[in-house]
């Protein structure tokens, strides 16, 4: 009796130890990452652990989130006597607020295969036909991978799904492992676009200096060197009883970020049919 009580006890101290240390760290939101469960078909262990861990790396490098480490969890696990949460989602959750997440994300793989890569065996036919069938098939990654996984965030502290969604991955790659993993990178650039929805930004063109144009949120917004993001103009208010509630917008162009900071990011416009101004609106968007 006396041994559980204090085990509870630690428990408690251990999550709260936990907790402070990712409010020290920064005023992100923290996510508490499940190991996914592998319900496939393909029994390879590692299945769900690769994509388990390439997703931790795209919250990560999203920058405006932190993620529990896995030495966290563990500890927390263990001293509730859990050692495996795989496939019990709800408990998963249960263990995200007792570690002090703001949210906790749940999956499952659903696919995940490799295959003879067809545009592979397509270029390595007509080669052959030519005479020239291996220098051909050099050309193309040989294996194709595909991995497909549901998922949902939860807000922990009001139990709401944040974000519920099916989502895949599919790359080739010179080896079975290389296309397989490639597949994987793939699928967790399509999750953080959905994660991106639960972080919405809204900046503006602050200066533009040659074709450097600078926009005022960065890294503290999640955004990435890479992401291409829209451009839209205020035009006519909306009008609503008499009151300006919000004003039309009219996209005017595509930018490219090429170098995040802090609190600001510099951008390229991206396409020819841009016409972007000091002061336009810059948000995410398809």
């Given at each position: 009796m006396f041994i559980d009580y204090m085990r509870k006890i630690f428990a408690v101290m251990s999550a709260l130890a936990i907790l402070l240390s990712l409010n020290c760290a920064a005023a992100k939101k923290s996510v508490a990452v499940m190991p996914l469960e592998n319900v496939s078909g393909n029994n390879e262990q590692k299945v769900a652990e690769i994509m388990t861990e390439q997703l931790i790396v795209a919250i990560h490098n999203a920058g405006t989130y932190t993620v529990v480490e896995r030495a966290q969890m563990g500890a927390i696990l263990?001293?509730?006597?859990?050692?495996?949460?795989?496939?019990d989602s709800d408990e998963a959750i249960e263990i995200g607020k007792l570690i002090g997440a703001d949210y906790t994300l749940v999956g499952k793989v659903t696919?995940?295969?490799v295959e003879q890569n067809p545009t592979a065996t397509t270029i390595s036919t007509?080669?052959?036909?030519?005479?020239?069938g291996a220098a051909a098939s050099g050309f193309v990654n040989q294996f194709k991978g595909r991995i497909a996984l549901e998922y949902r965030l939860v807000d922990n502290k009001t139990g709401e799904i944040i974000v519920a969604k099916n989502i895949e991955g599919n790359k080739s790659g010179s080896s079975v492992e290389a296309a397989f993993n490639n597949a994987c990178k793939h699928a967790a650039e399509n999750f953080l676009m959905g994660l991106d929805s639960v972080n919405p930004l809204r900046a503006r063109i602050a200066e533009i200096?040659?074709?450097k144009i600078y926009i005022d949120k960065g890294a503290d917004s999640g955004l990435r060197p890479g992401e291409i993001l829209i451009v839209a103009r205020e035009t006519d208010p909306i009008i609503v009883n008499g009151k300006v509630v919000d004003m039309k917008q009219e996209e005017v162009g595509k930018i490219k970020v090429i170098e995040v900071n802090t609190d600001y990011a510099i951008c390229k416009e991206e396409g020819f049919f841009s016409d972007v101004k000091k002061g336009d609106i810059v948000k995410r968007g398809k």
């Open positions: 263990r001293e509730q006597g859990l050692q495996n949460i795989i496939g696919t995940a295969f007509i080669g052959a036909a030519l005479g020239i200096d040659g074709d």
